[in-house]
């Protein structure tokens, strides 16, 4: 499955972004999406994931209650609404998807996108 991000961009802290990730397989509804960043120097995180019905999600402690990820299988679209942003949430942001088991890891997912940009200034 190919998949393409959108929505990064430059902002201030304490402002939102909201990324979307089309994807190309007419099976996106068996797959599991998920996000993950990169900032420069250091490894890939995982930021949350999506389960297949947008029964579970998962999110990591640092953006817990501050992001939202949310899924329209109708549209092949995944997203990830970024509230109060911060400075240290600058990174690249990849979309990710696996078919069927959630995960956190990065090693678990095979398709990626090519990573959108967000710059988040104090």
């Known amino acids: 499955v190919q998949l393409v991000e959108s929505g990064g961009g430059l902002v201030q802290a304490g402002d939102s972004l909201r990324l979307s990730c089309l994807a190309s397989?007419?099976?996106?509804?068996?797959?599991?999406m998920a996000w993950f960043r990169q900032a420069p120097g250091k490894e890939r995180e995982f930021v949350a994931s999506i389960a297949m019905y947008s029964s579970i999600t998962n999110y990591a402690d640092s953006v817990r209650g501050r992001f939202t990820i949310t899924r329209d299988n109708a549209k092949n679209t995944v997203y990830l609404q970024m509230n109060s942003l911060k400075p240290e949430d600058t990174a690249v942001y990849y979309c990710a998807a696996r078919l069927v088991v959630v995960s956190r890891r990065v090693l678990d997912y095979d398709n990626w996108g090519q990573g959108t940009q967000v710059t988040v200034s104090s």
């Open positions: 397989s007419p099976a996106f509804a068996d797959y599991v």
